[in-house]
């Protein structure tokens, strides 16, 4: 406790009087009195107005187009098909029509949803082996145990990438068609990189290593390891558009990985590229239709399928409960603060105890 | 602590001097040990009670769990860094408290004694002594072990010791060796002593020994009188030799220590109930999500089986529901986190730190600061409601000075004017050589008139210097030491000694003392000694001139019964100053004298001498004959006594009961004794309503005292709650609002106010007074109902009771403590005397029993050792008297006066944190862990966390752990100031009202509002929301980040809501805690951790995409907002509609209004005795306050000093040379009894315990003379021999002390006295009709007025109290 000190006289053991041990420390001792509360009060219900206001603005200027495709145009039949897993490996296309009519101006985003798909699940979540896909050659080869049972195929032989997220991937691929005034079909460029956080492209997913250039060097990258089950193609091939878009950093495989927190969720599949008429603005008016090539079985789950279409604004796509809830919020203050003052100014004791 | 123990004793056998013969027993040996572990089973052991902890094993039992991989839901780490670091910090702790431990048993241990092995004395270290053992004491040396004292320097054996660390008696006791072996003398001798004791097996009565000694072939019976205990202290004695009988833990005052308690705060007690409620709630959550999983998985899970299998061994969705129960276990533990527990130590130790570096608790004097030695009590100290204390030594410092006297009608003393500059203390050394240079008197005036030889003054120190059983030591020429077996007898003598009247010496028949430079000895005719009921001692000495005089000194109301008539004057002034003294707390001693012809002392003599040799009730013959001598005495004056109270006890005292703190004293001193130091630290007041006294010796009286007592409470309250128009009562109350104590009030204000005081309250003209409301008539009517205890809280009036230690042995019964608890809870005060250690924890513990409050025993002896332990917090004053009590104690700290800053400071301040911060604790884990819950409906019940593993694992011990802390150390609602200026603040935490279990369900709902918010608002706000870049918000570990970072923002905002003391540390550590938050996050989600182990940090980059997202920030204010208005709406309300009395205390200090004057420090008081007050009892207390009688020693010495068993052959022989000289008379008179004169010495050693006259001196036959022929004489020669006395009564002295008109009525009543003292003398012919006569006497005295207060008084102890009568003669 006390330092024994030099002296020893008859204080020699006095505690310090120090104002931290006598506990005298200066301090700031405030209180809630009407003059702070009340006027807090108000400010904040201003605040939280004023933003519900601006934000109710901006989101006023944002698109957003939901479609369900379950069952939707000729993809009835691709949904009948998909109810039995033999046909798995079946391809089946399908179309879904519908109009735009009011034009999405900015940057168009494209996702595809699902509902009732539980990535959530603890079990689901953890079925997976971050350092295989992060190219470790060890976990490549023997992927660590929480992927059980997508671990190892019925050879023996690894699969990469190993768990369940990775096998459950979403594989229904879509093609945005517009339908021009004129009859025109044309093709909505959209690009399919660019979707994923960074650190998940260039840290958290990395390709085993190989050598650059080399003959069929994604091939030997992943040798002696097997495709998950599910899939119709290794994790090398999953891109056959751009070479560089495959093996574990294959951005629809990252966007797949990136768990959503509930069982209806949507996610990026791709970016309108606006570098060509019509699509400078954005999307225009008119007749689009989307080709879909139907393989993701969501009858087993009871889930639906949808495809997203949305531009953005500084906050993100449209969102209307933030600036819903900010205008309530704020209302509701501005009314605790009314009865407050009343209450205040009626029955107040100003700190005074009744007592006396 | 496994070791086997020895089955129970039945009897003991030791053999002195025979280790072999001893050992065969396994008796315990002197060492003792109180630690708990040594270095190899530290671990072990200490695990093993750590795992005893409900709460260890539960989070052993999690880890356990955790380790399953179908249940886990969070990793190992989660749970085994918290348990590992409390497992660390607890195992720290203990073996530092161990340690210590360790030390101070080492130190015990190790003293040194000199045991008597094989014939010669060897240094021994305590522990190594052994039963049967002789071992040699010395002077002031620790009592070992519970020795059978064998022999000592002293003759006949005795053996002087002081008890003050056994049972907290300071004044000294005898101890005699049997006479065989007192004999035996040096160690020579000794060591071939082999006798043997056959005694009782170890126990914890102090007061009794019952033993056997068989020693060449006959039998010794052995009483407590022969040992000596461990503990005592061995004093006046140079040596002597002692068998061990018990050792170590046998030993009586190991035995008296009671066991160890655990003591546990009622926090502590909530706490883990709450727990317990909390692990229930955890439960049902567990159930209800174990029944969604069910559901969930039969419904949904069964169907997505394709995507995600079923786990092997689970093959149905009940199994997958028993599991993800124990999963969600796991997750939902955070509710009761294990940091709950260290935190709460890690703040009462902080706590117990700042008690203990307390500048303003630290007593320079001892050179001690106080000490929190437990650290686990302290928010208790902010709930006590009971305070127990010792008196001896903690409200009082032991020390007696002489502070007052009043001779012959003259007050001398300080007159203690608070103005003045405190006057000059007188210096005795230049008048007299002898004089005590330590003495302490201030008023001059006293030795002026010793200077000019005033005949009363002397007369008065002359009995001061003979009439007391002190003993002298005189070990160079001048330098005397006074043995005193009472520091008040010191007190008186050391007093006479300084004012010229020094005691020199004595043998069994002489006292010699130097008076005024000149050498003079008195025979000691008798010593008629001291007793509790006779409460006076006299002397009867003849000086050098052949007068006998019989000098007494005593409590007044006895002696003032026994004075001449013509006394009556003076004995009105005296009492009025003896009421004065009284009010100031002192302790008081009336002196008288008489003289005593030669065939009256002759006569008398025979008698007690007949008294002294009768074989039945000589106790009652020997008192009787003493009382037939102290009569017709002639009042010298008074004596005060100051019994000086330690510093600021009054105030301390009165601030505690402001405070509604009760204070009981529990005191093994006298009750007159404990009742005036109930006074003068004004525990008791003259505005009590009633005081009571119960000292009943049978069940059926103490049943009957408790129920009248508390009948009385009903009746005045009643009185006073009801009606009280008019009428005889209306009158009374007022009389008594006017005159708190009769007539000591009227007494001090003077004549002025006494004619005032007539004036308010005339007695009705011609009627006689008021009859007195009947005190209940002895046979109790059949018992009313009992009163319901709700009556019995709401008694209001003041109310205080005495207990004597045998009526609470009584009270303690089993069927009777419930009344007793009902009537002393109803008073104010509780003034227990005469307890032993047992009954002080006993009284304890029945308060602990029957009401649920928090008690406080406050000690500084071993005797109160066992109340320490008993009580709820045990306080120890140190520097004092030993160590025992702080030994045992929880706090000790040097004054009594600290105990308001310990409790009203820091108490309340450690009750006030431990609250906020248990509000806070159980608000911040709900909030955290309740997210779970909510995230379970849309996981599919999959026992998914919410929060990163890492977040979980840091919450509590990191992130919000250092700002509740620094709120639970350092918060103050109000500065200290204010706390002792407000007593009422401490109001709050007798009521429990800061954390009970209303304010825990507060709590926990506004944990869950947090929660329920802080889940849904960022699950509404981010299931649909994106990047401004397209990426969706809405992965998992996007909404895991905002989630947890609106959480520590709404729990570190709430915490600054909650921090009411905001210091630089409270800063740092709130803004530190955030800062680390966001540190942390981004350090375990940055790509270096990220690349080592891509496992474990999966969350790599979340927080820098996630907190750069306006809409998450967005998110988290909103959140926080919708957290946090509606608790500063309710707090607002709270503090503007009704706020407490702390709110007022800071807003006023806020506002820095003018300070008001103190809340409630001037309640109480003033409303004095409205309603009826029994006169009788009024009566009764003024007796009992002012008897007052300064002798705090018992009977008995009388006759060792007419014995001269206590007196060496040296000193005798000094005495006899240093009387030689002036005392040629005393040889005239021994010669002229020479055929009947024994030797002092040789008279001595047979003398039976009987008579305490000095055979010496006494004439041989005893004459015809009866008793009665003596008594006769008396007044007749009082007459002859006193005219200075007389006419100084005549004189219309100073009549300032006295109201003009009573002067005249009392002198008429002296004269009036005169016919029936002599009416008297052939009527009574028996003590009792003595007696009976006196009462005749009184009633010729005051009979116009005395009457019915007479009759009332019969029932109070006491006689009528001269002051109520003078008070009402006014």
Redesign the interface.
């Known amino acids: 406790?006390?330092k024994e000190k030099a002296n020893s006289g008859?204080?020699?053991?006095?505690?310090?009087?120090s104002a931290f041990?006598?506990?005298r420390?200066?301090?700031?001792?405030?209180?809630?009195?009407?003059n702070t509360?009340l006027p807090?009060?108000y400010c904040?219900a201003v605040l939280?107005m004023l933003?519900g206001v601006w934000?109710l603005v901006t989101v006023q200027n944002t698109q957003e187009l939901k479609l369900d495709y379950t069952e939707a145009g000729t993809c009835n039949a691709c949904f009948a098909k998909r109810e039995n897993?033999s046909n798995a490996l079946q391809p089946c296309n399908c179309t879904v029509v519908f109009p735009i009519e009011k034009a999405f101006k900015g940057?168009v985003?494209f996702?595809y949803g699902l509902r009732?798909f539980?990535?959530?699940?603890?079990?689901?979540?953890d079925?997976r082996?971050?350092?295989q896909?992060?190219g470790?050659k060890k976990n490549l080869k023997s992927p660590?145990t929480y992927c059980e049972?997508f671990e190892k195929d019925e050879n023996g032989l690894p699969i990469a990438p190993c768990g369940?997220v990775a096998?459950?991937i979403f594989n229904d691929s879509f093609t945005l068609v517009y339908h021009g005034s004129k009859g025109s079909t044309i093709h909505v460029p959209l690009y399919r990189s660019?979707?994923?956080?960074?650190?998940?492209k260039n840290?958290?997913y990395r390709n085993p290593k190989f050598v650059v250039g080399a003959l069929q060097e994604y091939p030997n990258a992943f040798a002696g390891t097997a495709k998950p089950l599910y899939w119709h193609k290794p994790v090398y091939e999953l891109d056959p558009h751009n070479p560089d878009n495959n093996g574990f950093i294959n951005e629809d495989l990252i966007v797949w990985m990136?768990?959503?927190?509930?069982?209806?969720?949507?996610?990026?599949y791709g970016?309108l590229n606006r570098v060509s008429e019509p699509f400078t603005e954005g999307l225009p008016v008119g007749n689009y239709s989307i080709e879909i090539s139907y393989n993701f079985p969501v009858q087993?789950?009871?889930g639906r399928k949808e495809v997203v279409l949305?531009t953005?604004?500084?906050?993100?796509?449209?969102?209307h409960?933030?600036p819903i809830?900010?205008l309530v919020?704020g209302g509701?203050?501005l009314l605790?603060a009314v009865i407050?003052t009343v209450?205040?100014w009626k029955?107040?004791?100003?700190?005074?105890?009744?007592?006396? | 602590m496994f070791r086997k123990r020895p089955p129970p004793e039945e009897e003991r056998r030791v053999r002195a001097n025979d280790r072999e013969y001893n050992e065969k027993f396994q008796y315990a040996s002197n060492c003792i040990m109180t630690s708990k572990y040594n270095i190899i089973t530290f671990l072990p052991v200490n695990l093993f009670e750590q795992f005893q902890e409900v709460a260890n094993t539960y989070f052993l039992f999690l880890l356990i769990l955790q380790l399953i991989p179908q249940i886990s839901?969070l990793s190992w780490f989660t749970t085994i860094v918290p348990l590992a670091l409390v497992l660390s910090i607890t195992a720290v702790k203990d073996a530092t408290d161990d340690y210590f431990r360790h030390k101070s048993d080492n130190q015990v241990n190790n003293r040194q004694s000199q045991v008597l092995i094989r014939g010669s004395l060897q240094n021994e270290k305590w522990m190594n002594v052994r039963v049967g053992d002789i071992i040699k004491l010395e002077n002031n040396q620790f009592v070992a072990a519970d020795l059978l004292l064998l022999s000592s320097t002293e003759p006949h054996g005795l053996c002087y010791i002081e008890t003050a660390e056994l049972d907290g008696e300071t004044n000294m006791k005898v101890r005699q060796s049997v006479s065989v072996t007192s004999e035996l003398g040096d160690p020579n001798n000794l060591a071939t002593f082999d006798g043997e004791v056959v005694c009782e097996p170890p126990n914890n009565k102090l007061d009794r020994f019952c033993g056997t000694l068989y020693w060449r072939d006959s039998k010794y019976g052995l009483t407590n009188q022969n040992m000596l205990l461990r503990g005592c202290v061995l004093r006046n004695t140079e040596a002597c030799y002692g068998l061990v009988i018990f050792a170590g833990p046998d030993t009586k005052l190991m035995q008296n220590s009671g066991r160890t308690k655990f003591k546990r705060t009622s926090i502590d007690r909530l706490m883990n109930t709450l727990v317990l409620w909390i692990f229930g709630f955890l439960v049902c959550m567990g159930v209800i999500l174990a029944v969604g999983n069910a559901v969930w998985e039969r419904e949904?899970g069964s169907?997505?089986?394709?995507?995600?299998?079923w786990?092997p061994p689970v093959d149905n969705f009940l199994f997958s529901a028993f599991l993800s129960f124990w999963?969600y276990v796991i997750i939902l533990n955070t509710v009761v986190p294990i940091s709950l527990y260290v935190s709460v130590e890690v703040i009462r130790l902080g706590h117990s730190?700042?008690i203990?570096?307390?500048?303003q608790m630290?007593c320079?004097?001892f050179?001690?600061?106080a000490e929190a030695r437990t650290t686990t009590l302290n928010e208790e100290l902010g709930q006590v409601e009971y305070i127990f204390s010792d008196k001896t030594g903690t409200l009082t410092q032991n020390i007696m000075s002489f502070n007052k006297c009043s001779i012959n009608g003259q007050a001398y003393g300080e007159v203690t004017d608070p103005l003045e500059p405190p006057p000059k203390r007188l210096d005795f050394t230049p008048f007299n050589p002898l004089a005590d240079p330590d003495f302490c008197f201030y008023d001059d005036t006293l030795l002026e008139s010793v200077k000019v030889g005033d005949l009363h003054t002397h007369e008065f120190f002359r009995l001061l210097s003979l009439c007391h059983t002190v003993m002298s030591e005189e070990k160079s020429e001048g330098e005397l030491v006074y043995k005193a077996q009472s520091p008040d007898e010191g007190a008186l003598v050391t007093a006479a000694r300084n004012f010229g009247f020094v005691f020199r010496s004595r043998t069994p028949g002489t006292i010699t003392i130097t008076e005024m430079g000149r050498p003079v000895t008195y025979t000691l005719l008798a010593i008629l000694d001291f007793n509790n009921i006779r409460k006076r001692m006299s002397v009867i000495v003849r000086n050098p001139e052949g007068r006998i005089r019989l000098y007494c000194k005593g409590a007044d109301t006895l002696l003032f019964e026994r004075l001449h008539p013509c006394n009556q004057e003076l004995m009105n002034i005296t009492s009025d100053h003896l009421n004065e003294y009284a009010a100031d707390g002192l302790r008081t001693l009336a002196l008288a004298y008489r003289d005593l012809s030669e065939e009256e002392w002759e006569a008398w003599s025979e008698s007690h001498r007949c008294a002294g040799k009768a074989t039945d009730c000589r106790e009652d013959r020997l008192a009787a004959a003493y009382e037939q001598i102290e009569q017709d005495m002639m009042l010298l004056g008074a004596t005060a006594i100051e019994d000086k109270l330690q510093e600021g006890v009054p105030e301390t005292i009165a601030i505690l009961s402001l405070a509604n703190i009760k204070i009981w004293v529990l005191t093994g001193d006298k009750q007159e004794t404990a009742v005036n130091i109930g006074y003068s630290c004004k525990m008791l007041t003259d505005d009590m309503t009633e005081v009571f006294i119960i000292s009943g010796h049978t069940v059926q009286s103490v049943r009957q005292e408790l129920r009248r007592a508390r009948e009385r409470m009903i009746e005045v309250s009643r009185g006073r709650d009801g009606g009280k128009e008019g009428g005889v009562e209306g009158w009374e109350g007022a009389c008594y609002n006017g005159n708190g104590f009769g007539g000591g009030q009227a007494g001090a204000t003077g004549g002025g106010g006494g004619g005032e005081k007539q004036l308010q309250c005339p007695p009705p003209p011609g009627t006689p007074p008021p009859p007195p409301p009947p005190s209940p008539p002895p046979p109790l009517p059949p018992l009313p109902p009992q009163p319901p205890s709700t009556l019995m809280d709401n008694i209001s009036g003041e109310f205080a009771l005495v207990i004597n230690g045998h009526s609470l042995a009584h009270a303690l019964e089993a069927d009777m403590e419930a009344e007793f608890v009902l009537t002393a809870c109803a008073c104010k005060a509780v003034i227990c005397c005469r307890v032993t250690p047992l009954q002080k924890a006993l009284v304890v513990e029945l308060i602990k029993k029957h009401k649920k409050a928090v008690t406080l025993a406050i000690g500084d002896g071993a005797n109160d050792v066992s109340m320490i332990k008993s009580a709820h917090i045990g306080v120890g004053i140190s520097g004092q008297e030993g160590i025992q009590a702080v030994l045992a104690s929880d706090y000790s700290f040097s004054q009594f006066r600290f105990l308001q800053r310990l409790l009203l400071v820091h108490g309340r301040?450690s009750y006030l944190r431990m609250c906020r911060f248990l509000c806070y604790f159980f608000y911040k884990n709900f909030a955290f862990t309740m997210v779970h819950f909510w995230f379970g409906f849309?996981?599919?019940f999959?026992?998914?966390?919410v929060y990163d593993q890492y977040f979980i694992t840091l919450y509590n011990i990191v992130y919000t752990s250092l700002p509740v802390l620094a709120m639970g150390i350092?918060d103050?609602d109000v500065p200290?100031q204010r706390s002792l200026e407000y007593p009422k603040l401490y109001e709050p935490g007798q009521l429990n009202l800061l954390f009970n279990k209303r304010e825990f369900f507060i709590c926990i709902a506004q944990g869950i509002y947090t929660s329920v918010v802080l889940f849904f608002?960022p699950?509404?706000?981010?299931?649909?929301?994106?990047?401004?870049?397209?990426?969706?918000?809405?992965?998992?570990?996007?909404?895991?980040v905002t989630t947890a970072t609106a959480l520590v923002i709404v729990v570190s905002v709430q915490i600054a809501l909650d921090t009411?003391?905001?210091?630089?540390?409270?800063h740092v550590f709130v803004w530190g805690s955030l800062g680390c938050y966001f540190t942390i996050m981004f350090a375990m989600h940055s790509?270096t951790l990220?690349?080592i182990f891509?496992?474990q940090f999966?969350f790599?980059?979340s927080a820098?995409?996630t907190l750069l997202?306006?809409?998450v920030w967005?998110?988290i204010a909103?959140a926080t907002?919708?957290c946090i208005?509606p608790v500063?709406?309710f707090?607002?309300?709270k503090?503007?509609?009704?706020?407490?009395?702390s709110?007022?205390v800071?807003?006023?200090?806020?506002?820095r209004q003018k300070k008001r004057k103190p809340?409630g420090r001037s309640m109480g008081g003033v409303r004095g005795g409205v309603g009826s007050v029994s006169e009788g009892r009024l009566g009764a207390r003024g007796s009992s306050r002012r008897s007052g009688y300064a002798f705090a020693h018992q009977e008995g010495f009388g006759e060792l000093i007419t014995s001269g068993k206590n007196m060496r052959l040296s000193s005798l022989a000094l005495a006899t040379f240093a009387s030689r000289h002036s005392s040629s008379w005393i040889d005239t008179l021994r010669k002229k009894k020479h055929a009947h004169t024994h030797t002092p010495p040789s008279a001595s050693g047979e003398c039976s315990p009987a008579p305490s006259y000095v055979s010496g001196s006494v004439p041989p036959l005893s004459t015809s003379s009866s008793v009665l022929g003596g008594s006769q004489d008396t007044p007749v020669e009082e007459g002859t021999h006193t005219p200075p006395v007389q006419s100084a009564q005549v004189d219309p002295v100073p009549s300032t002390h006295t109201p003009p008109p009573s002067a005249p009525a009392s002198e008429a009543a002296c004269v009036d006295v005169v016919s029936p003292t002599s009416v008297r003398c052939p009527g009574g012919d028996s003590p009792g009709g003595w007696t009976l006569s006196l009462g005749m006497v009184q009633e010729a005295l005051f009979g116009w007025k005395g009457i019915a207060a007479r009759t009332s008084g019969s029932s109070s102890p006491g006689p009528p109290s001269v002051a109520k009568e003078t008070s009402n003669t006014e």
Request: aromatic fraction near 16%; charge should be positive.
């Open positions: 406790m006390a008859p204080l020699a053991r006095r505690p310090d009087n041990k006598q506990q420390l200066p301090a700031w001792s405030p209180m809630l009195t009407a509360v807090f009060f904040m939280c933003l934000l897993a940057n985003f996702y009732n539980h990535q959530n699940l603890r079990r689901y979540m079925s082996d971050d350092a896909m992060v470790r660590s049972p369940a096998n459950s660019g979707l994923t956080w960074y650190t998940d840290i958290k990136r768990e959503a927190a509930f069982p209806n969720f949507k996610k990026l970016i087993y789950f009871r949305t953005v604004t500084w906050f993100g796509g449209q969102n409960f933030l809830a900010y919020t509701l203050i605790l407050l209450i205040w029955f107040g004791k100003d700190g005074k105890n009744m007592k006396e | 839901s949904v169907l997505f089986q394709s995507y995600l299998p786990d999963s730190y700042f203990n570096w307390d500048r630290f320079s004097q050179n001690t600061a301040w849309f996981c599919g999959s026992a998914q966390t350092f103050q200290e608002v699950y509404a706000v981010l299931s649909d929301a994106t990047q401004s870049t397209g990426e969706p918000l809405a992965d998992y570990q996007t909404f895991a009411g003391f905001w210091t630089v540390i409270n790509q990220f690349i891509p496992n999966h790599v980059g820098q995409s997202q306006p809409v967005l998110t909103l907002v919708i208005v500063l709406a707090r607002f309300l503090l503007d509609l009704k706020p407490q009395l709110d007022t800071r807003y006023t200090q806020l506002v809340v």
